[in-house]
């Protein structure tokens, strides 16, 4: 199965600043998926990228793809101490089973 | 939609004995999803349903762990015998055809 690996492990940023997020897979993909976990919580969906699209958008967040280089970031612009949370990338190698990386522990200090 | 729901919550058990884990998928969700987060691991998909039928369980760890989905609208995973290193955060995930998956709040399990 694929892994995604994200990078960096942890980040700790002021409130209002951006983050950035990276993400390798190792084969072809489909997709890319984006998830948040907030502490003891489930896993909520954040965005899909294909893997003909390079860049997508959805409120304060971007995603890129990079297909050549197999990697993806997400950026979260003028974060609020909400954002607070664990990221995951998760690519889809195939019937929808998803490949987890390790995580991103994002804080954002109010 | 009340979401996936999963009971229960947390789970303490002693070793050698039997946990049974239940899921209620998002009604009209066609794939369910077993997986289980630790530290160690990170999340690994245990096994796949799609129409009730199990589609790939090669993530299960051992002969001692088993799912079921009975119905569209409920899936169990048992661990029998359980053991210390089975402690993990279980989560159930459903989809409908798209690859987007919704997941549960998670069960806790510690085996003491």
């Known amino acids: 199965s694929q892994q995604g690996e994200e990078d960096p492990q942890a980040l700790s940023i002021q409130e209002g600043e951006n983050a950035t997020m990276n993400c390798s897979y190792k084969?072809?993909?489909?997709?890319l998926q984006w998830y948040r976990q907030n502490s003891g919580r489930g896993l909520v969906h954040l965005i899909l990228i294909r893997s003909n699209e390079r860049e997508k958008h959805s409120g304060r967040l971007r995603v890129t793809l990079d297909t050549s280089k197999k990697s993806s970031s997400l950026l979260i612009t003028a974060s609020r101490a909400a954002d607070t949370a664990s990221y995951f990338c998760?690519?889809?190698?195939?019937?929808?089973?998803?490949?987890f990386g390790k995580g991103n522990q994002v804080v954002v200090i109010p | 939609d009340a979401g996936v729901i999963q009971s229960p919550r947390h789970e303490v058990t002693e070793m050698g004995q039997e946990v049974t884990l239940r899921c209620k998928p998002i009604?009209?969700?066609?794939?369910l999803f077993w997986y289980r987060q630790t530290m160690m691991r990170g999340l690994e998909l245990l096994i796949y349903f799609n129409n009730n039928v199990p589609i790939d369980d090669s993530g299960m760890p051992e002969d001692r762990f088993s799912a079921k989905m009975p119905n569209a609208s409920f899936s169990t995973l048992k661990i029998q015998p359980s053991e210390p290193r089975d402690s993990a955060v279980y989560f159930c995930?459903?989809?409908?055809?798209?690859?987007?998956?919704?997941f549960g709040q998670g069960t806790r399990l510690t085996v003491v």
């Open positions: 009604s009209g969700h066609n794939s």
């Open positions: 995930a459903s989809s409908l055809r798209g690859p987007e998956a919704f």
């Open positions: 084969t072809s993909i489909n997709n």
């Open positions: 998760a690519t889809d190698y195939g019937n929808n089973r998803l490949a």
